[in-house]
């Protein structure tokens, strides 16, 4: 059974800093792509960036380029989100998910995830 558990979210001002974790089990996680999402109150969950099973490439939507950074250690099966120069519209519940493909590209569409994470809170004050 695969679980991801998301961890490093909380409340923080405007231009300041959050590192995001996801600890994941359950699956050979060296063989896939990763993801992070977001979803803030009222709007659809939205694609923030992925990495691609060794790591060699990242995807970025272009509201977080040159903000956020992603990473992966797959010694410790987790893959980060380092989160920088926040914004208020930065406010979600951020979500890591794994892409159900082996050895693909980092992947900004949702439908090529199959797990996902529980979420955790991101709040950026202005």
């Known amino acids: 059974q695969v679980q991801l558990v998301e961890s490093g979210g909380g409340l923080v001002q405007a231009g300041g800093s959050l590192r995001l974790s996801c600890a994941a089990s359950?699956?050979?996680?060296?063989?896939?792509?990763m993801g992070w999402f977001r979803q803030a109150p009222g709007k659809e969950r939205e694609f923030v960036a992925a990495?691609?099973?060794?790591?060699?490439?990242?995807n970025y939507a272009d509201s977080v380029k040159g903000r956020f950074t992603i990473s992966r250690d797959n010694a410790k099966k987790a893959v980060y989100l380092q989160l920088s120069s926040l914004k208020p519209e930065d406010t979600a519940v951020y979500y890591c998910?794994?892409?159900?493909?082996?050895?693909?590209?980092?992947?900004?569409?949702?439908?090529?995830?199959?797990?996902w994470g529980q979420g955790t809170q991101v709040t950026v004050s202005s």
């Open positions: 998910a794994s892409d159900f493909r082996a050895y693909s590209a980092p992947s900004p569409f949702h439908h090529e995830y199959n797990y």
């Open positions: 359950g699956h050979t996680f060296s063989t896939y792509a």
């Open positions: 990495i691609s099973w060794s790591g060699g490439s990242t």
